[in-house]
């Protein structure tokens, strides 16, 4: 049973950068990624990751957000440039193999982008 913890969310002001963090358990896992869910919508992608390395980024975030994982495959990160207001969310991280690849979610850190 894979277990995510998510850490790194906090309160930043436009502009700003912040790196979140996934550790997990049960794995290491063919695909992970991260999703979330700003107030009062539905959750969406924002980036995922395979092993080989093929990356997939929403347009919203790309070129300011980087997905990445440790060398054990045992921790994603997120890293986020150039924060905008429209950035904030709860932020999910998710693992799973290549036919279920969100078979696993984390339990979601806030990340909100403030003046």
């Known amino acids: 049973q894979g277990q995510l913890v998510e850490s790194g969310g906090g309160l930043v002001q436009p502009g700003e950068s912040l790196t979140l963090s996934c550790i997990t358990s049960?794995?290491?896992?063919?695909?992970m990624g991260w999703y979330r869910q700003p107030p009062g919508k539905q959750r969406e992608l924002v980036a995922t990751d395979t092993i080989g390395g093929t990356t997939n980024y929403a347009d919203p975030v790309k070129d300011r957000f980087t997905i990445s994982r440790d060398g054990g495959e045992t921790t994603v990160y997120l890293q986020m440039n150039s924060l905008k207001v429209e950035d904030t969310a709860v932020y999910f991280c998710t693992a799973g193999t290549s036919w279920a690849p969100l078979l696993y979610w984390g339990q979601g850190t806030q990340v909100t982008v403030s003046s």
């Open positions: 049960g794995g290491p896992y063919n695909t």
